[in-house]
Structures are given as C-alpha cells and as structure tokens.
C-alpha cells in the first residue's frame, strides 16, 4: 500500500511555470512506475506523463511535450512533474499515480494507487 500526496499547485499566468510534487509513503516509490495525469472541468481525465521506476524513461503527451518534464527522486519518495510555458489550456487538476511495473503505463487502468489531486488554473 502507498499513499501519494500532491502539492504545488496554484495559479499561474501563461507562459509561467510551476513545479508538482507528489509525496509517496507507506512503500518506498522506488518499486513503482508512476504517472501524472489531468482533468480538467467536463473532460475525461488524460495522461500527462509516466516515468519509469529508476526514472531513466519517460512519457509525455503531445500536447506538453517539450514544455513539461518528469523526473523522481527516490531518496525522497518524491516525483515532480516541471511545467514550464504554461497555457490556459493547462488548467485541470493533477494527479499523480503509482503502480508496479518496469515500464511506464500511460492508461488509469494500469495505476493502482491515486493521490488527491492538485489544481492548476492557467490565466490568459
């Protein structure tokens, strides 16, 4: 069992960037693959990103890539999604989840363990 923790988000003006953390604990996040994903009002929820356990592979969607960037750090038990140049159509609630695996997994179904999620609101 892990339980993951969000934090970082905020409002930002577009064009701005802000940093997601996503604190694991009960295991150590070292064992699982993880993934960010989005949702934002009237939409399904989408991936964002997946890293894989030692963090050496990641995933991005179109639609970041390049912008944002994954990375962890499994002394800490802390995965971080960097968002940078930010846009009005970033704005959702983020969520970080956890699973086992040596891949990375872009779909909710392969993730068993879900944070809370935190909310980005992007300003034009």
């Known amino acids: 069992q892990v339980h993951l923790v969000e934090s970082g988000g905020g409002l930002v003006q577009a064009g701005g960037s802000l940093r997601l953390s996503c604190a694991a604990s009960?295991?150590?996040?070292?064992?699982?693959?993880m993934g960010w994903f989005r949702q934002a009002p009237g939409k399904e929820r989408e991936i964002v990103a997946a890293?894989?356990?030692?963090?050496?592979?990641?995933y991005f969607a179109d639609s970041v890539k390049g912008r944002f960037t994954a990375t962890r750090d499994n002394a800490k038990n802390t995965v971080y999604l960097q968002m940078n140049n930010l846009k009005p159509e970033d704005t959702a609630v983020y969520y970080c989840a956890a699973t086992s695996g040596s891949g990375w997994y872009v779909r909710e179904h392969d993730y068993i363990y879900w944070g809370q999620g935190t909310q980005v609101t992007v300003s034009s």
């Open positions: 890293i894989t356990r030692s963090g050496s592979s990641t």
């Open positions: 009960g295991r150590s996040v070292q064992i699982y693959a």
